[in-house]
């Protein structure tokens, strides 16, 4: 990984974010390292690679720019536990890399710029800026890309559920937005 190959993908995920800041510095140089630990090239949409991410922040950009992974392809997840943190699948061969943002981990922030801070992440060697585990990533049915996964439709109110999202409660399929606390209340 080099600086000019940096330069490159963090304009691109510059353009996709919308500004230059701290997070998409860090999100450029993480979803780079994802790509290299797995030995997957740059500037290519990879059908056998699924990221998943841990929070919805700027680095979130960042990586989805870099990796070209995407909610509509499935081959990006959210699991919101909001931690500094993304995971890397090969889906051919199962290797996964859990990667994690050292310094979003510690008590004490560096006192810097965000010029600094762009530049840190621009020169300094991913080994140094970033935690990696080895992983086995458990995925549940219908989390996969592909076909579609089982469907059902709702027996409380009747709509269609994809890829396997249902639940069934007394031997009936429900959506879980009727089975648990939905995040909406419909007012009109
Ligand atoms: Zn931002
Ligand atoms: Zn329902």
Redesign the pocket.
Known sequence: MNIEEYDEQLKKAVEFHGELCGGIAIGTKLGMYGLELLGLELNKRHKNLIVILENERCTADGIQAVTKCSLGKRSLKQVYYGRFAATFCNMDTGEAYRVSDADANKKVKTKETREEMVERFRSTPPEELFNVEKVKVKFKDGQKPGDAHATAW?S??G?KVTDNYHLVRDGKA??R??AEESYYEVIE
């Open positions: 709702c409380v109110c709509e429900i959506c937005a009727c």
